[in-house]
C-alpha cells in the first residue's frame, strides 16, 4: 500500500466516523427536544402503551378488562391532546373521566397486550433521568425521551454490528441510517411505543446471526439476541424468524448433498431452540393474559371483529401481495411553517424512502437470484467447506453461497409472516386486521447488512446508500426542528 493510499484509506475513515457521530448526535438531539414538547398523543397505541408505563409506575400492570387510568386522561385533556381524536372534555372537569374516552375500546386499555420488558426498562430509566435532570412536569415526556434513546442506540449498535462484518466506513454509515431512512421508522423515537426498540433488536439478532452464517460459531448468542428481542416484542423477534427459515433451507439442501462456502453447519436442534424461543413466549404470556382477564377478546376487540373467514381469506391473500417493507413518508412530525432553507431540504428527503425501499429491496432480490454476489476465487474443496459428515462421495459441486442463502431467506421471511398474522388474529383473537408495514422495521438491520455484504466488491453501492440514509435523516430532523 502505497503512502497516498494510506492517507486516503485514513481520511475515509475519520470522514466516516464523523458523519456517524454527527448524524447520531443530531437525531440524539432531535428526537429528545421532540419527545419533551409535549406533542399530541399518537394514533398508533399510545394511548395504552402511555397508560401502561403510568401504571407500572405505579407498581401495577393492565389486564384485559382494565380501565385507561386517570394519569392518562389528565395528561390528554390538561397537556398533549390527541393527533387524530378530538375530546371535547377539559382539563379537570366532569367530562374527563375513563368512561368518556372516544376510542374504539372505550375506557379499556389494549396495553396489556404488550410484555412488560420495555416497560420495566422505561421505568428504569425514569428513576435514572429523575436523579440527574430531576422529575419532569408531565411523565409523559421522560417516556418519550427513553423512546429516544432506544432508537439512537439502535442505529449505533447498528453501526458496530457493521464494523465488527468487516464493512468499512460507508457501509457502518449506511447500517446506522438506512434502516431508520423514513418518518414512518423515526417518528416512534418521539412516543411512548415498543416499536423504539425493534431497530435495536433487530441489530442484535442479525449482528450474532450473520456472525453465526459466516463463521459457523456463535449460535449460544444467536439464542441469547433472540431471546432479549422475543422478551421486548413478538415483531421484535423477526429476524430471528428469518434465521429458522435459512436454517431450515439449508438443512434441506444438506440432505440434497449440497455443501455451504462458509463453515456454517446447521442443525435440526438449531430450528427447534429458534422455534422455541420465538414460540413459547407467545404461549406462556397468553396463559398469563387469560388468567388475569375480566372480559373476553369478544367483547374487548368488537369494532375489529372479523366479518366472516371469506373475508378473512382475502384479508390473507392481500397480505401476499402487498408491500410490508417499513420505509414510507408520511411527513410524520413536519412544522407547518420551515422557511425557505428548510423547505429545500424537506424536498430533498420527501422521495428517500421510495428510493431506500427500491436500493434494499432490489438488492435483496438481485442477491436471492445470484445477480448480486461475492467476486470469490474460483473455489476449490477445503476442508472448512466440508464438515465432518456431509461427504456422500459424488462429485465435489460449487458450495451453496450462504449470503444468498439469507437474502432468499430473508425475502420468503418478508413474504411469510404478514398473511400468517393475519390468519393468527382472525383464530385467537377474533380479529380481522391489516397488517402494518411499521411490524418490519426489525427485519430492517438484517435486510441491510446483507445487501451491504453482498455488494462489498462494489464500493460505490454502500457509499451511494450511506449518502441517500444521511440525507434521509437529516432531512427529517431539520424539518421536524
Known amino acids: 500500500m502505497t503512502r497516498t493510499t494510506s492517507l486516503r484509506s485514513r481520511a475515509a475513515s475519520w470522514l466516516g466516523v464523523g458523519v456517524l457521530v454527527a448524524g447520531l448526535v443530531l437525531t440524539l438531539v432531535t428526537t429528545w427536544r421532540l419527545a419533551g414538547e409535549g406533542k399530541p398523543l399518537s394514533p398508533v397505541d399510545e394511548i395504552a402503551h402511555a397508560d401502561t408505563a403510568f401504571k407500572v409506575h405505579r407498581g401495577t400492570y393492565p389486564y384485559r378488562g382494565a380501565d385507561i387510568g386517570r394519569p392518562l386522561v389528565d395528561t390528554w385533556t390538561c397537556y398533549s391532546g390527541h393527533q387524530s381524536i378530538a375530546w371535547q372534555a377539559r382539563c379537570g372537569s366532569a367530562k374527563a373521566v375513563p368512561s368518556r374516552l372516544p376510542q374504539p375500546t372505550g375506557s379499556h386499555t389494549t396495553g396489556y397486550i404488550h410484555y412488560p420488558t420495555y416497560f420495566v426498562a422505561g421505568e428504569g430509566f425514569r428513576r435514572a433521568h429523575d436523579a440527574v435532570a430531576g422529575e419532569a412536569r408531565w411523565e409523559l415526556d421522560t417516556y418519550r425521551r427513553f423512546a429516544a434513546v432506544v432508537a439512537v442506540l439502535g442505529m449505533a449498535l447498528c453501526a458496530y454490528v457493521a464494523r465488527r462484518l468487516g464493512l468499512g466506513p460507508a457501509g457502518q454509515v449506511a447500517a446506522a441510517f438506512i434502516p431508520v431512512a423514513a418518518p414512518s421508522v423515526l417518528v416512534y423515537s418521539t412516543m411512548v411505543n415498543p416499536m423504539s426498540a425493534a431497530v435495536l433488536c433487530g441489530a442484535l439478532v442479525a449482528g450474532a446471526g450473520l456472525r453465526w452464517l459466516l463463521t459457523g460459531r456463535g449460535f449460544g448468542w444467536v439464542a441469547a439476541a433472540t431471546a432479549v428481542s422475543a422478551a421486548v416484542a413478538v415483531t421484535a423477534s423477526l429476524p430471528a424468524g428469518v434465521l429458522l427459515v435459512a436454517v431450515l433451507l439449508g438443512l434441506l439442501l444438506r440432505l440434497r448433498g449440497r ?223
Open 259 to 481: 455443501r455451504f462456502d462458509t463453515p456454517w453447519d446447521p442443525r435440526w436442534w438449531h430450528a427447534a431452540v429458534l422455534a422455541g424461543l420465538l414460540v413459547v413466549p407467545i404461549l406462556a404470556y397468553g396463559t398469563v393474559i387469560d388468567a388475569r382477564a375480566t372480559i373476553d377478546d369478544a367483547t374487548l376487540y368488537a369494532p375489529y371483529a372479523r366479518a366472516g373467514w371469506e373475508q378473512v381469506a382475502l384479508g390473507v391473500w392481500a397480505e401476499i401481495f402487498a408491500s410490508h417493507l417499513p420505509w414510507v413518508e408520511d411527513g410524520s412530525l413536519v412544522r407547518p411553517e420551515l422557511g425557505t432553507v428548510r423547505t429545500y431540504v424537506r424536498a430533498a428527503g420527501i422521495g428517500m424512502p421510495l428510493l431506500v425501499t427500491a436500493m434494499v429491496g432490489g438488492g435483496l432480490i438481485a442477491g436471492a437470484t445470484g445477480v448480486l454476489r461475492r467476486l470469490d476465487l474460483p473455489w476449490r474443496p477445503t476442508s472448512a467447506t466440508v464438515p465432518e459428515g456431509q461427504s456422500d462421495g459424488q462429485p465435489d459441486r460449487e458450495p451453496v453461497r450462504v449470503l444468498q442463502l439469507a437474502a432468499v431467506s430473508a425475502l420468503l421471511g418478508l413474504l411469510a409472516y404478514p398473511p400468517l398474522l393475519r390468519l393468527l388474529n382472525a383464530v385467537n383473537v377474533g380479529i380481522d386486521y391489516p397488517v402494518v408495514s411499521r411490524y418490519s422495521i426489525s427485519l430492517a438491520p438484517f435486510f441491510v447488512l446483507v445487501v451491504l455484504l453482498l455488494a462489498r466488491d462494489h464500493p460505490w453501492f454502500a457509499r451511494v446508500l450511506a449518502a441517500v440514509g444521511v440525507i434521509s435523516v437529516a432531512a427529517w430532523c431539520v424539518s421536524a426542528w
